[in-house]
């Protein structure tokens, strides 16, 4: 049961426009989404978060939006740039007493062209 | 990222033998986390620990055991390696919180291959 969805395996998108990507859940408990890039052989690194009471975060270049209703959050970055190409990761979890657990999506490779 | 590190970072074993992935972090953080990624599934997440001799299990956690008898080490282990355990190993921590503003800081990975 994959309670978050990335149904979007890979986007392309020039440098200088807008990157969007998008990611779907089905768990209308969860308290915050994330997102995570990975470069190749390196380990995920966090990039900008959002708690369910809000629906939009922004951080310079990136901004994540939720809508609550369609069960649905998606990153927009603005401009692209050749060093965003990396596969994407967004990721939500339900705060709990013991360790919260994150729950991942399949990711989105995003390969930003010249 | 140099507070948490993860040995080896590579390896390769045979079907059938017992192996041991190691996450050591220099944070003190409490909660630790292994996931495996596989292409098409993502992150998914194996055992995870919230404190020294307090761990819990996650999603895929049939045919690993993990112990964690220091705050700073949690160790992964694959009683009897299978090919289906062939993956990329991440570990993770986490600072307490009630919050999840800034998410885990994951180590670089362990790549593992079962022949």
């Known amino acids: 049961d994959q309670q978050v969805k990335q149904n979007s395996p890979s986007l392309s998108v020039q440098e200088g426009r807008i990157s969007i990507l998008n990611c779907d859940y089905t768990n209308s408990m969860f308290d915050y989404f994330l997102w995570y890039k990975k470069y190749p052989a390196e380990g995920p690194t966090f990039l900008i978060s959002?708690?369910?009471?809000?629906d939009k975060n922004e951080d310079g270049r990136f901004t994540v939006f939720l809508n609550k209703s369609a069960k649905h959050l998606s990153l927009h970055i603005v401009p692209s740039q050749p060093g965003d190409s990396a596969v994407y990761f967004c990721a939500a979890v339900k705060l709990t007493g013991t360790a919260s657990k994150l729950t991942f999506g399949t990711g989105t490779r995003l390969q930003v062209t010249l | 990222d140099a507070g948490i590190t993860q040995s080896p970072r590579h390896k390769v074993t045979e079907t059938g033998t017992p192996v041991t992935l190691r996450c050591h972090q220099t944070e003190n953080h409490r909660y630790m986390y292994w996931y495996r990624q596989d292409p098409g599934h993502g992150l998914r997440l194996i055992h995870y620990s919230y404190g020294v001799k307090d761990t819990d299990k996650g999603e895929v956690s049939d045919g690993y055991s993990v112990s964690r008898s220091k705050t700073e080490d949690f160790l992964l282990t694959l009683e009897s390696a299978t090919s289906s355990q062939t993956s990329v190993y991440f570990c993770a921590i986490r600072a307490p919180g009630t919050t999840f503003n800034y998410g885990y800081t994951f180590g670089s990975g362990t790549r593992l291959t079962v022949v």
């Open positions: 959002i708690s369910s009471i809000k």
